[in-house]
């Protein structure tokens, strides 16, 4: 477990509002990643970032930004929702170093409506 | 494209014998595996991985096994348990890239 904590864990917000979702670590976890999880396509990574104020875009990053301002906060921010934005997201985080292990937090189900 | 599948979205197998789910990868870069399990209105959990210089790798009632050749991994549950029912998710990263590629899972489901 590594402390991860992501708020809000429901959101419900119309169509074209931005929305953004916060990943809070305590572990000092260099690597920080956001996910979302839709039935039939699994984890899809959106963006993921390697340091503070590095990240780079994952498979489905358009739509989405990101921030990362300090080590232990990450953001990922929709400048405009859309109802295909309508899923679960998940944030990750790993250490740098020999194990390949992430460790993920309990996810926010957001609905655009 | 996806690079790694698992094309069985639902297994179900009775309590006490094996489970065994399936992955398939086609990204010849991947050379290192991993299998988390998901309960419902849960973040995935890491359960076992597998690096590329091995074909097998066990951890109590689990073994995974990996076939470079064939790009292809299992992940073995024995015996399995009424509380191994989940989804199960595979997951691939390149040396380096500290990027991870998921399946799309397959829901296991242990019959009492």
């Known amino acids: 477990d590594a402390g991860i904590t992501q708020s809000p864990r429901h959101k419900v917000t119309e169509t074209g509002t931005p929305v953004t979702l916060r990943c809070h670590q305590t572990?000092?976890?260099?690597?920080m990643y956001w996910y979302r999880q839709d039935p039939g396509h699994g984890l899809r990574l959106i963006h993921y970032?390697?340091?503070?104020?590095?990240?780079d875009k994952g498979e489905v990053s358009d739509g989405y930004s990101v921030s990362r301002s300090k080590t232990e906060d990450f953001l990922l921010t929709l400048e405009s929702a859309t109802s295909s934005q309508t899923s679960v997201y998940f944030c990750?985080?790993?250490?740098?170093?020999?194990?390949?292990?992430?460790?993920f937090g309990p996810g926010t189900r957001l609905t655009v409506t | 494209d996806q690079q790694v599948k698992q094309n069985s979205p639902s297994l179900s197998v009775q309590e006490g014998r094996i489970s065994i789910l399936n992955c398939d990868y086609t990204?010849?870069?991947?050379?290192?595996f991993l299998w988390y399990k998901k309960y419902p209105a849960e973040g995935p959990t890491f359960l076992i991985s597998?690096?590329?210089?091995?074909d097998k790798n066990e951890d109590g009632r689990f073994t995974v096994f990996l076939n470079k050749s064939a790009k292809h991994l299992s992940l073995h549950i024995v015996p399995s348990q009424p509380g191994d029912s989940a989804v199960y998710f595979c997951?691939?990263?390149?040396?380096?890239?500290?990027?991870?590629?998921f399946g799309t899972g397959t829901r296991l489901k242990v019959l009492a």
């Open positions: 990750a985080t790993h250490t740098s170093g020999e194990s390949y292990e992430q460790y």
């Open positions: 572990e000092n976890h260099r690597y």
């Open positions: 970032s390697y340091g503070v104020k590095d990240t």
């Open positions: 990204n010849s870069m991947f050379d290192y």
């Open positions: 997951a691939a990263s390149a040396e380096g890239t500290y990027k991870y590629i």
């Open positions: 597998i690096s590329s210089i091995k």
